[in-house]
């Protein structure tokens, strides 16, 4: 016979004795945490990324469409999308710190990754060698698996690599992605915007060190994502001023892109040199 005090307060919890059985019973690995929920709209973003990629501007570009402001604003559509990705990527291991994370965490949190700052660019590069003038399609396929296998590098290396706290090696994904992005959005020749996705991919994969986004960072990459899905809808709406609002915002991408590296490396130097002065000068302490 069940208490029906007991009965009432599991009706007001919003659960079943039953249903509450069954969760017990479910394996901790497939219990979805909110960190986790973040994560999976992450992967959401990214996909929705593709998609309007290829609705809005390839689509209409195989079918001879002239409606180049249906282009324009799918094209802002999909980077402002994954500009949330990169959100729902900043926010889920913010949660994740601050409550918990599921057993299956970092593997949804890799996969999401995949998509959103994996495929998404990629085929934003590939889509960019179909449609614009003068690019070269074959060429343009390459530089896309060139970014795809980095972040695939990228995204297995980290899992397997223990790097010292508050620090990634090599760019980011989702700041690789962004930078991959602006890169095609500033339309600069064929030749040198090939040329800076690669180089992109590289330090995607290289040793160079960069700080996560934690405390006052991430208030500034969280401010800095808003303010550019803001030059985007500017762009997209055509509103005075969006077109440079747009190129400023790129170049200031790809130049943070290539300053972080040069900063990170020239710090590893100067640890590395004052780590030998101390040894040089602790050896010669032990002379007699």
Not at 83 to 110: C, H, T, Y
Not at 199 to 222: F, I, N
Request: proline share 6%; aromatic share 8%; charged share 15%.
């Amino acid at each position: 016979m069940i208490d029906p005090d007991t009965r009432a307060a599991d009706w007001v919890a919003g659960t079943d004795p039953e249903a509450a059985d069954e969760a017990e019973e479910m394996p901790l690995s497939l219990r979805l945490s909110i960190a986790d929920a973040l994560t999976l709209g992450n992967a959401t973003c990214g996909f929705m990324a593709v998609y309007f990629t290829t609705t809005g501007i390839l689509i209409p570009h195989l079918t001879g469409s002239t409606e180049t402001g249906m282009a324009r604003n799918s094209a802002a559509t999909a980077v402002i999308l994954m500009l949330a990705a990169a959100i729902f990527d900043l926010f889920d291991g913010i949660v994740a710190r601050k409550l918990r994370s599921s057993p299956m965490g970092a593997e949804l949190d890799n996969l999401s990754d995949l998509i959103s700052f994996g495929l998404a660019p990629a085929y934003f590069v590939l889509v960019y060698g179909m449609v614009t003038p003068g690019a070269q399609q074959k060429v343009s396929a390459v530089a896309a698996i060139v970014v795809l296998l980095a972040v695939v590098l990228r995204l297995a290396r980290f899992s397997c690599v223990t790097m010292k706290d508050g620090m990634f090696q090599g760019m980011p994904s989702p700041f690789g992605a962004l930078t991959v992005v602006s890169i095609v959005l500033l339309e600069l020749p064929f030749i040198p915007t090939l040329l800076a996705i690669i180089g992109v991919a590289w330090l995607m994969v290289s040793r160079v060190e960069y700080p996560k986004p934690r405390g006052v960072l991430a208030v500034a990459m969280l401010s800095w994502i808003v303010g550019a899905m803001g030059m985007l809808a500017a762009w997209a709406f055509d509103a005075p001023g969006g077109a440079f609002l747009l190129q400023a915002g790129c170049a200031l991408q790809v130049v943070m892109g290539a300053v972080i590296p040069l900063f990170a490396t020239a710090r590893r130097v100067n640890t590395f040199r004052g780590n030998r002065r101390e040894s040089r000068e602790a050896r010669a302490a032990q002379l007699p």
